[in-house]
């Protein structure tokens, strides 16, 4: 491994790990996704499952996918005693040759797809897993604009804007239901830290007074009054074409 790939590790690990520690943000994104949810639900790019807890429920059955295998290792070891949950190592094409029936009635990927480098592959192969009543739900960042430092470190290969995602999602035949920005305060917070500072972390400190203080009465005033523009992107959409085999 090259020190530049170890240093994106590592900045994905630490990103996790303060990610995993935002309660009041983690619930408000999975508030903003819950109406796709099914009982069969895949989430790709699971991490250490923090989401997974988020969206567990009794009757709803979670399949949990990763490439990473301290992430697998440590999501494995989390839920070993519950049969509705089961993580595993996959990328998309794993995915694609895995599950060949289409399972899921959803799939979520959250902080996951610019991750991705062909995304629209990608969206190829999610469109192949899902029922013919299937539901995507993503979370992306928003607005390249603000790439910077921090998307470096991450491995982030792109942000999106409105446009871009819902042409990319059209394209591969979704029907997209909803498609808005979302948290206008970290647009802010995204640009001073990564593109300004060029910092390869958020500081721990801005992300608890962000997530105890911030969150709270932001989500709030957003769940009336979507903002023009955010730091992230939430995209609802579900098949358009429902062929023989779904």
Not at 7 to 19: P, R
Request: charged share 25%; net charge positive.
């Amino acid at each position: 491994m090259s020190s530049k790939a170890k240093q994106t590790g590592n900045a994905l690990y630490h990103g996790l790990e303060v990610d995993g520690q935002l309660k009041n943000y983690n619930k408000w994104i999975i508030e903003n996704i819950r109406e796709a949810f099914g009982k069969n639900i895949l989430e790709i790019g699971c991490g250490m499952g923090t989401m997974i807890d988020l969206a567990a429920a009794r009757g709803r059955k979670i399949t949990g996918a990763d490439i990473d295998s301290g992430f697998i290792t440590h999501a494995k070891k989390k839920y070993a005693g519950n049969p509705d949950i089961k993580i595993i190592k996959a990328d998309m094409e794993g995915l694609s040759r895995k599950f060949k029936r289409r399972p899921f009635d959803t799939v979520m990927m959250i902080n996951t797809l610019e991750h991705i480098r062909d995304d629209n592959r990608a969206l190829k192969v999610i469109y192949g897993l899902l029922t013919g009543r299937g539901k995507l739900a993503v979370f992306v960042p928003a607005f390249q604009s603000i790439y910077g430092q921090l998307d470096k470190n991450v491995g982030h290969y792109r942000r999106y804007d409105r446009p871009g995602l819902r042409k990319l999602l059209e394209k591969n035949n979704f029907l997209v239901e909803k498609l808005y920005y979302m948290n206008i305060i970290g647009f802010f917070g995204w640009f001073f830290n990564s593109k300004f500072l060029k910092r390869g972390y958020t500081p721990e400190f801005q992300s608890a007074v962000f997530d105890n203080f911030l969150v709270p009465v932001e989500s709030a005033v957003e769940r009336i009054i979507k903002p023009p523009f955010g730091q992230s992107l939430v995209a609802i959409a579900s098949k358009k074409i429902r062929d023989k085999k779904s």
